[in-house]
């Protein structure tokens, strides 16, 4: 084959006919995606708008819902598979004909909180069983600074017996995809890219640039990329860490923690964060990747740990602070029924992954509490094959307490009426995001 090029003239980067982002446009090969969750599928149907795509993913019962034109993660409508050049497979060898990988799949944390790089070492085995002299390997999952040239690209060249930079080309380019959020888009928002020599770089560049219409920013090294990941979702645990630190103080004093953020934003610079259940597959995770490395190399970080502690404490917090406020209704705690509105890890999305509502419901029944959970978008099956529990459908009986968990869309226009028949004499309503507050009379209030 010839052998890839790219020439400059005043500064720009001009690539060769037989680069590889000419070769996927006209469709002389092709693209994979490794992994198709909630972030390769909606990448690979935007590229298939374009080049020929290969979706490849373990599960095939999921990829028989998308091959139906149904997305395993419900955020996809099925117009968004009609009309696209790609092939759902779980066949290793179909990736042969691909030449551009991309790789999307899960880094999650064990146990211990340490990081869980085994679906990405997986990923990169099965890619490195079908890489060719002159193809691209990018990896979109989440790591720390390093993992892709320390972790990934050493299992490419073990399987494949080629050769890092002679034979194959990596990049980096970190997903930006926020579930349930239809304004800041896949494709309305600008990507980070980055590769391991100005070649690759300019011509991963090129391929994103078909999908993402900011265009895309270009880091100066595969590190960097990884490290502005990984800080965007520690900036925001640590600030919403401080927002939940300033709830807990603010509730000993008596006064509402909304009603002191809706005043101090009130100031031009202040950063309107706000107190929560911080849980899912970024935010609750990504940081824990950070303390991992920084510990590698002998330094143990004390804020990221101390806002990772005190947002992993929450669930059990809001339980507890509940527990007392029945004691204090003259409430039985021993038997007593509790319901919890919403278990998914945020707002109008069916993801129940790293859910910290879970940590409340624990917490209760420890206490003795009896606990009914409902959820207009998660699935039970799945609830009780993670969690061990089953949701109800509805709820049908009188509680001693409500915690409204997570601000569905179906939860945003009730009243107190509505809360009021769910509950019995003296019972108490938890609002752990505040859209209630003001507007509970009646009942025993609470909010973070």
Known sequence: MKTLTSESLNGQTFLSEDAIYNKLIRKET????????????????EFAKTISVIGFDIK?????????????SEELEKEAFENKDMQFTS?????????????AVPTPIDQHNHPD??????????????????????????????????DCIPVLEEMSGLKFGEDFKVGYSPERINPGDKVNTLTNTMKIVSGSDEESLENIAKVYELVIEPGVHRAPNMKVAEAAKIIENTQRDVNIALMNELSIIFSRMGINTFDVLEAAGTKWNFLKFYPGLVGGHCIGVDPYYLVHKARELKYHPQIINSGRFINDSMGGYIAKKLVKMMIAQNKNILG??????????KEDVSDIRN???VDIVNELKDFGVNVD?????ANSNQVEEEYGFKLIDKANEKYDSVILAVSHKEYLDLDEKYFSNLVDDNGVFVDVKGLYKNQIKCLKYWSL
Not at 373 to 377: A, E, F, I, K, Y
């Open 336 to 345: 007593s029924r509790v319901l919890v509105m919403g278990v998914t890890f």
């Open 60 to 72: 095939e019962d999921r990829l028989e819902m998308m091959r139906n034109g149904i997305d395993p």
């Open 91 to 103: 066949n290793v060898e179909d990736l042969k004909d691909a030449t551009f990988h991309i790789v």
């Open 117 to 150: 790089l085994k679906p990405l070492i997986a990923a990169s085995r099965t890619v490195g069983k079908v890489l060719k002299k002159g193809d691209y390997v990018v990896y979109e999952s989440t790591v720390y600074p390093g993992a892709t040239e320390e």
């Open 30 to 45: 092709k693209m994979s995606m490794i992994g198709l969750g909630y972030v390769g599928l909606p990448i690979a149907l």
């Open 373 to 377: 959970v409902v959820d207009p978008n």
């Open 355 to 357: 859910s910290k509502v």
